[in-house]
C-alpha cells in the first residue's frame, strides 16, 4: 500500500476515534434549582395590610430544596415532580438575559415561580424584572417591575447558565380580585441553558 493512502486511512481512523470519544464524553448536565419564597403583607409597609387579602406578614409561600442541595430537572422534592427550565445568556459586556422557571407537580399542578429580565453583574438592586407566584390554593399573583439582588455569597453570582439571587416584588398582583401582595424569593438556577 502506497504511504500516503496509508497515512490517509491512519488519518481518518483518528478522525473517527476522536468523534466516538467526545460524543461519549459530553453530556449536557440537568439544570437544577433552589427557591425560598414569601407571599403576604410587608411589614415595613402598613399599607400594604389593607391591599392583601394574605393578612400575614412574608407568609411562607414556596420552597424548593436548598442553598447545598438544588433539585434537578425530572427529579422529585416532597414527593412531588419537579420541573427546572432555564436559560441565562450572555448578551455581551457584564450583561445577561435570564429566563427562570420551577414548578412542582405534574405540569407544575402544585405551584411555581418564574422570573424573566435582563440582569448585570452589578452587586446592587437591579430594576425592570418580571415575576410570577403560583400555588394551587393562592392562585398566581404577578409584577412586572420587581427587583433583583444578586447573591454576594458566590463571585461572580451570575454567569452564563447560572444565576443566584432575591427578587423582590412590592406590587404583586393577584388578577383575579386585584389584590395586592409582597412577593420575595431566593433562588438559584445553575447548569441552565446558555
Request: aromatic share 6%; net charge negative.
Amino acid at each position: 500500500m502506497p504511504p500516503m493512502t496509508r497515512l490517509c486511512l491512519l488519518l481518518a481512523s483518528l478522525s473517527a476515534a476522536a468523534l466516538v470519544c467526545t460524543s461519549c464524553s459530553s453530556t449536557t448536565p440537568t439544570a437544577n434549582a433552589y427557591v425560598t419564597s414569601t407571599l403576604g403583607t410587608n411589614p415595613n409597609d402598613t399599607a400594604s395590610t389593607a391591599t392583601c387579602n394574605i393578612d400575614v406578614p412574608f407568609n411562607q409561600f414556596l420552597t424548593i430544596g436548598t442553598e447545598s442541595t438544588p433539585v434537578a430537572d425530572g427529579t422529585s422534592f416532597g414527593g412531588a415532580p419537579i420541573q427546572v427550565e432555564c436559560k441565562v445568556h450572555s448578551t455581551g459586556g457584564d450583561s445577561y438575559q435570564v429566563d427562570l422557571d420551577i414548578t412542582e407537580g405534574n405540569n407544575g399542578a402544585l405551584g411555581g415561580i418564574t422570573i424573566d429580565g435582563t440582569l448585570t453583574t452589578s452587586t446592587g438592586v437591579q430594576t425592570g424584572i418580571s415575576a410570577a407566584f403560583n400555588l394551587t390554593n393562592t392562585g398566581q399573583y404577578s409584577e412586572k417591575d420587581c427587583t433583583v439582588t444578586l447573591s454576594t455569597e458566590t463571585n461572580p453570582a451570575i454567569t452564563a447558565g447560572r444565576v443566584w439571587g432575591t427578587v423582590t416584588c412590592p406590587t404583586a398582583t393577584y388578577a383575579e380580585t386585584g389584590d395586592i401582595c409582597y412577593a420575595q424569593a431566593t433562588f438559584l438556577f445553575q447548569d441552565c441553558d446558555q
